[in-house]
């Protein structure tokens, strides 16, 4: 059991250590998307204009009739003083190709008293990498690896992350016990002498070399952070295949609320669905709707899932802009053809199963703490690619030395061979 254990162990290490290096780097950094974004791009986010601000609709109809073959899929609600207005938007398709636009931007940032246009960038772009898309040229690489799109999809990069995270849940699972010592016949597992040979495994010793460091370091740090190893690993899986696995097995084990998505197919990247209603009268709904339950939360996002078809209008105060422990705000959701009511979001409310779906990016993003949570998950990535080198270290030293004794052993047969006195 121990020798398959660490075989597997072993393979799946070093299947995934180039991935936990990039996604651990990364995820380290992009903790602090917003703060750094805003700190390296003021020229883009804020703004010095003093007045009371345009109506974003408005804002919004000058972009896409200055840029006719784009379409408007993110609109903020709320403008803050002294902040830009944010806009997202994708393009439509052109209709010589058949295909989506290529304007060489998704995003467009506006003056929200003068209405002017303070520049506009490609939010996660491959090439040139500048102080514009930095980080999220590092988010998009976090969770896509930026892989291009082939056989009509952009999403091969998702899932291979998807797959290599489910790896490293496995392996999480396979290192805890490959770190227990060996039972010696008549010793309960639980016993104080079992749990003093185990007490070495938590450690790491000083002036051993560095091999025995790197040794101790991948098996002690992997230990004393196991819990979120595990958790980090698990969330990266149900993030990066959550339509294409996570949601099914959970639907048969439990009672899931089923979202809007989940009802029905996303369309081909290239074939998105025209929507017969728009922004506005989405926002409208949204607005009544939201009148209807009682909520006190103003509209403060509206937005369209094109490969849906699908608004959605979201609701929160301005200073709550990033969510509630990162589970997002109450949304409303309307069709884009009849604009029918189609469900809502409530972060933190339904099923145990539903929750369960809830907690996945704030427990991978450490925002269901808070600040000290970010922090902490901040340091988690720096560790995740610390083990990822240790442990290649460990299989090259040791393989390494296998090597050597294997030549010294075939030497030794040779001399034999050739010299059968001396044995």
């Not at 209709?95 to 520049?119: H, K």
Request: with cysteine.
């Amino acid at each position: 059991m121990r020798a398959a254990c660490l075989i597997l162990h072993r393979w799946f290490g070093l299947i995934t250590a180039l991935f936990l290096i990039v996604t651990g780097l990364t995820g380290a950094v992009i903790s602090w998307d917003h703060e750094l974004d805003d700190w390296l791009n003021p020229h883009l986010t804020h703004t010095h204009s003093v007045g009371q601000a345009l109506p974003p609709l408005e804002l919004a109809a000058q972009v896409e009739r200055r840029y006719p073959q784009l379409r408007v899929t993110s609109l903020p609600l709320l403008a803050e003083p002294g902040h830009a207005l944010a806009l997202f938007v994708q393009p439509r398709v052109n209709p010589e190709t058949q295909r989506l636009y290529e304007p060489g931007f998704n995003q467009i940032f506006i003056d929200p008293v003068t209405g002017t246009e303070l520049g506009k960038r490609q939010w996660g772009a491959v090439w040139p990498v500048n102080r514009e898309n930095f980080v999220s040229f590092l988010y998009k690489l976090h969770f896509s690896l930026h892989l291009p799109e082939m056989f009509g999809t952009d999403r091969w990069g998702i899932w291979l992350l998807g797959v290599i995270a489910l790896i490293w849940t496995l392996d999480c699972l396979i290192a805890v016990v490959l770190t227990l010592p060996a039972r010696r016949r008549g010793e309960a597992a639980a016993g104080k002498s079992y749990l003093r040979r185990w007490q070495p495994s938590w450690q790491i010793r000083r002036g051993a070399g560095t091999y025995k460091l790197n040794f101790d370091l991948h098996r002690a740090l992997s230990l004393w952070t196991w819990l979120l190893l595990l958790i980090v690993a698990f969330t990266a899986f149900s993030l990066n295949l959550r339509r294409e696995v996570f949601i099914p097995v959970l639907t048969s084990l439990s009672s899931l609320t089923p979202t809007p998505f989940d009802q029905r197919p996303r369309t081909p990247k290239h074939q998105p669905v025209a929507p017969a209603i728009d922004l506005a009268t989405a926002l409208a709904q949204g607005r009544a709707e939201a009148g209807r339950r009682g909520w006190e939360e103003p509209a403060a996002r509206v937005g369209y899932f094109q490969n849906f078809g699908i608004y959605g209008v979201e609701f929160h105060h301005p200073d709550a802009d990033h969510g509630v422990a990162g589970a997002g705000h109450k949304r409303l959701f309307f069709d884009a053809l009849d604009g029918r009511y189609l469900g809502e979001r409530v972060p933190w409310q339904g099923t145990a199963a539903d929750l369960f779906v809830q907690a996945q990016f704030p427990l991978h993003s450490g925002r269901i703490l808070g600040l000290p949570g970010r922090i902490l998950l901040s340091a988690m990535g720096l560790i995740v690619a610390l083990l990822a080198v240790t442990g290649v270290y460990i299989w090259w030293k040791k393989r390494k030395a296998r090597m050597a004794f294997e030549r010294r052993k075939e030497t030794t047969g040779e001399c034999l061979r050739s010299h059968p006195e001396v044995a």
